[in-house]
């Protein structure tokens, strides 16, 4: 397994039911140190491949 899919399932694992903010993924990879920028590419590709999907409104 690749470091990229390794990340790809941990960002998965973090996401439920309710809509996850993208700001509390970035926090938790950015203190593992991770670039924001890696984050943001991956979970483009999880969108594109149709695992994520973006939602508008508040969370809460």
């Known amino acids: 397994m690749s470091k990229y899919e390794k990340l790809d399932q941990n960002i998965l694992s973090m996401l439920s039911e309710r809509p996850t903010p993208v700001f509390d993924i970035w926090l938790k990879w ?3 140190g991770m670039y924001i920028e890696t984050i943001d590419r991956r979970m483009q590709y999880l969108r594109k491949k149709g695992l994520l999907q973006m ?3 508040r969370v809460g």
């Open 30 to 32: 950015r203190s593992n």
């Open 55 to 57: 939602c508008v409104g």
